[in-house]
């Protein structure tokens, strides 16, 4: 999920009473929860697609879930005492305490990988033992509705805090909402796979469709199936609209490589090829206008435009398939 999302939630948490525990509880939730997307630095080393492979990885398992927690909180504890030194301690924050500021970071840390489970880009929990890739296909990346949610209950437990109210109350309410929501959003997910197979039975591949959530109409799920497979080079999708358009599916452009043609494996783009379809989920080619090999992923799929999703091929050319 985005980050403010990821904010919101280690707000919520402190606003339903945890920040009163010790000092700097807030920052260490908050923090916490966005912690492991420390592996964004990976833009500052890795080339074009390269971080496909690399996000939600390894800052996202369990011995970083671990690590991580402490190192904030050695950082929060230190900085409460250096600002005790120079006599610049805030006179109303509360004691420090180590342990719980540990356990809050860490708390905000396990919210990070189980948001960013429930959406299609994926996220691989087990790293450093295992690389496999796990799905929610519940929410959209960035959920307005869960901002809006969110951010209301927790200005609206603030401001009550701030006049003396009970503030701990809309706090727990919108988690409990907040989860509620999520729960609601997995059945929908749920139900459009189960009506795409329904509808058009399991594919010859055992392969379930993808059911994915789209930008605000939560209601709704962009559904991606894969229709067929020639000579191990080309697969085709079928993509539709779940509820209303299951029975007018658009198919993505099929084509293969021409006769004595591969993959091209050079210096620079091997790398890019290799850590895209490492994590892609539905991969597939497309031709460029210039008849040279675009590889995109079903659940990104834009034709107009070759995105961060995507990568270019220029050296490979491919023809078109017949019509059947």
Not at 28 to 53: K, T
Request: net charge neutral; aromatic share 12%; charged share 20%.
């Amino acid at each position: 999920m985005d980050n403010l999302t990821h904010s919101l939630v280690g707000a919520l948490i402190g606003q339903a009473g945890l920040k009163r525990k010790t000092g700097l509880a807030m920052p260490a939730l908050i923090i916490g929860a966005n912690l492991p997307d420390l592996d964004a630095a990976c833009f500052f080393w890795l080339e074009g697609v390269e971080h496909l492979g690399f996000r939600r990885g390894i800052t996202h398992g369990p011995p970083a879930l671990v690590l991580l927690p402490l190192i904030l909180a050695g950082l929060l504890y230190g900085f409460d005492r250096w600002q005790d030194s120079r006599g610049k301690r805030p006179e109303g924050r509360l004691p420090v305490q180590f342990g719980w500021l540990n356990g809050l970071a860490f708390l905000g840390c396990l919210t990070h990988p189980a948001l960013d489970w429930l959406n299609v880009y994926g996220i691989r929990l087990l790293e450093p033992f295992s690389s496999q890739w796990f799905y929610g296909d519940t929410l959209f990346i960035i959920d307005v509705w869960l901002w809006a949610l969110m951010g209301f209950a927790t200005w609206f437990s603030l401001r009550r805090e701030k006049r003396g109210g009970e503030w701990m109350k809309p706090a727990r309410i919108a988690m409990v909402v907040a989860l509620g929501y999520i729960g609601l959003n997995g059945a929908i997910t749920a139900k459009a796979v189960d009506d795409v197979v329904q509808t058009h039975g399991e594919n010859a591949f055992g392969a379930n469709a993808i059911a994915s959530p789209v930008p605000f109409a939560f209601w709704e799920r962009e559904t991606i199936r894969l229709d067929q497979s020639l000579f191990g080079q080309t697969v085709v999708y079928r993509i539709g609209r779940w509820p209303n358009s299951l029975a007018n599916e658009r198919r993505i452009p099929e084509f293969s490589c021409g006769p004595g043609t591969t993959l091209k494996q050079d210096e620079k783009t091997g790398p890019q090829v290799e850590a895209f379809m490492f994590w892609s989920r539905a991969p597939f080619a497309e031709r460029a206008p210039d008849g040279s090999v675009i590889l995109r992923d079903a659940r990104f799929y834009d034709p107009r435009a070759r995105d961060r999703f995507s990568v270019a091929l220029p050296d490979v050319k491919c023809e078109e398939l017949s019509a059947r």
